[in-house]
């Protein structure tokens, strides 16, 4: 019987012990699931607080414009989230890189369907040893982006000039205005640029003469110099095709270009006499510098080389002209998609007008 009872109860103490662990165990469980749940609450939490958070601060800003592919053409600027915050104006992110502008005569930077509107005010002074020269223009511009590298142009410019020559002890003073040349042309990209090798733009265009005449008809002779000389017209009397090819290459933060083109006068008869300007050479070169994603400083040389004029099939003397101007500009974007630009340019040569200022407002849409 002694041995009977203790048998029963070590076998009731082994069952107690098990039940007892088992309890222990499925405690442990509860309280490490229990644990988790607590973590994953609190990271939750964290990760709300976290977003909040970064919601409430405005975005960083960004230092250094886009750079060009193609000088501005088929750039696509990367689009944020839609739900992301809105920029102030002036510090909204552009689509075009305006280190381009620079060169904007003959490189595209329109996307498709894009259009955009310009108005350009030039002052210019210019003395010689007998005559005092100061003119006005503001020039209209509209431009349209074909697809994403060609681009259409169309220019109207308005001038206004005056003339003070002094000869024979005396002043004569000549006013002139009105609306000078219309200009049109087309752009396109012919190449992208790349690591090894720069892009390049092909620019044809035409001038229209819509201006005046700027030939002294009165005293026109073979073999004489044509234009009159006591009056600073800002027309040639002639239709004048064009065209012209710009090489360009970014080297962050800079942009250079280097271009070279040709024109064409095509020959008129005025008063029964036939005047032949010829042809012009004109080439440019220069670069752009990117202060911050708003503001590019550019410098540029323009220049220009024209042949012999002939009037009635005679080369008239000393009618060769060199044209050569520095032209320091500042590129100020101060809206989203609005720009504001100050330059100057100086004469190089004679030929030459001795300053220009010059104030250019640039929208897109």
């Given amino acids: 019987m002694a041995r009977h009872a203790a048998r029963v109860t070590g076998v009731s103490l082994a069952a107690l012990l098990a039940a007892s662990a088992s309890a222990s165990g499925q405690s442990k469980e509860e309280l490490l699931e229990r644990r988790i749940q607590q973590l994953e609450a609190r990271l939750k939490s964290l990760e709300s607080e976290i977003t909040k958070r970064d919601k409430a601060q405005p975005a960083p800003a960004r230092r250094g414009a ?37 060169a904007r005569d003959n490189i595209p930077t329109l996307q498709s369907n894009k259009f955009e509107m310009s108005q350009s005010f030039d002052y210019g002074r210019g003395t010689s040893f ?18 994403n590298d060609i681009e259409l142009a169309l220019s109207v410019p308005y001038f206004a000039s005056q003339r003070r020559t002094n000869a024979f002890n005396q002043t004569i003073v000549r006013n002139r205005s009105g609306l000078a040349d219309i200009s049109f042309q087309a752009s396109t990209n012919l190449w992208r640029e790349d690591e090894w090798y720069p892009g390049a733009a092909l620019t044809l265009g035409v001038s229209i003469p819509t201006g005046d005449t700027p030939y002294d008809l009165m005293n026109l002779r073979a073999g004489v110099i044509p234009t009159d000389p006591l009056a600073l017209n800002q027309s040639s009397g002639h239709w004048v095709p064009r065209g012209a090819i710009q090489f360009f290459k970014t080297v962050d933060p800079l942009i250079l270009f280097f271009g070279v083109g040709a024109d064409y006068a095509i020959p008129k008869s005025f008063a029964g006499i036939k005047v032949e300007p010829g042809y012009r050479i004109t080439y440019n070169m220069g670069f752009g510098f990117a202060l911050s994603e708003r503001s590019t400083l550019g410098v540029s040389f ?8 002939k009037v009635g099939g005679v080369p008239v003397a000393n009618s060769v002209n060199e044209l050569l101007t520095a032209r320091f500009t500042l590129i100020q974007r101060v809206g989203q998609d609005f720009w504001f630009e100050p330059s100057v340019t100086l004469g190089l040569t004679d030929d030459a007008p001795d300053a220009a200022f010059s104030l250019s407002l640039r929208k897109r849409f």
Avoid: C, I, M
């Fill in 66 to 102: 886009e750079r060009p592919q193609a000088a501005g053409a088929n750039s696509q600027t990367a689009q944020g989230p839609r739900d992301a915050p809105q920029q102030p104006p002036g510090q909204q992110k552009s689509a075009v890189a305006q280190e381009a502008f620079l």
């Fill in 130 to 147: 007998v005559q005092n020269d100061r003119s006005f223009r503001a020039t209209t511009t509209f431009r349209y982006g074909v697809s």
């Fill in 302 to 309: 323009n220049g220009a080389l024209s042949e012999r004029f």
